[in-house]
């Protein structure tokens, strides 16, 4: 698995992110920018929640969308020098857990980490 090290401090915005489960139905709302850092997530609408989710994951018929396999959009709060180990990659973000807490895992943003050997 490969290890990253934090280079840019970051707070997670999000206090409640949204949690999605394999065959729920959603509303999808936009499509991030594809030219933009942020590219391949649609913003999600369920009864109680919204935030972004991957494209990859959504079979879409319009604007309802069927979730293909369960989803939380969980972010971790880095500092610097922390090290991530990485489970997945997907559209700009690491699906990682710190190396100092392997039972706690949520997303990264590539863009505030470097591979670390």
Same mark, same amino acid.
């Given at each position: 698995?490969?290890?990253?090290?934090?280079?840019?401090?970051?707070?997670?915005?999000?206090?409640?992110?949204?949690?999605?489960?394999?065959?729920?139905?959603?509303?999808?709302?936009?499509?991030?920018?594809?030219?933009?850092? =942020?590219?391949?997530?649609?913003?999600?609408?369920?009864? *109680?929640?919204?935030? $972004?989710? &991957?494209?990859?994951? +959504? %079979?879409?018929?319009?604007?309802?969308?069927?979730?293909?396999?369960?989803?939380?959009?969980?972010?971790?709060?880095?500092?610097?020098?922390?090290?991530?180990?990485?489970?997945?990659?997907?559209?700009? =973000?690491?699906?990682?857990?710190?190396?100092?807490?392997? *039972?706690?895992?949520? $997303?990264? &943003?590539?863009?505030? +980490? %470097?591979?670390?050997?």
């Amino acid at each position: 698995m490969n290890r990253y090290k934090v280079i840019n401090s970051r707070k997670n915005e999000f206090l409640n992110p949204i949690t999605v489960y394999k065959n729920q139905e959603i509303q999808c709302i936009e499509e991030s920018n594809e030219d933009g850092d =942020w590219a391949g997530w649609i913003m999600c609408k369920t009864k *109680n929640n919204q935030g $972004w989710i &991957p494209y990859q994951i +959504i %079979e879409r018929q319009g604007d309802i969308g069927i979730i293909l396999e369960d989803y939380c959009a969980i972010e971790f709060d880095l500092e610097v020098d922390e090290i991530l180990v990485m489970e997945k990659e997907l559209n700009g =973000w690491i699906w990682c857990y710190k190396e100092d807490e392997p *039972n706690i895992k949520a $997303w990264a &943003p590539l863009n505030h +980490i %470097e591979i670390f050997e």
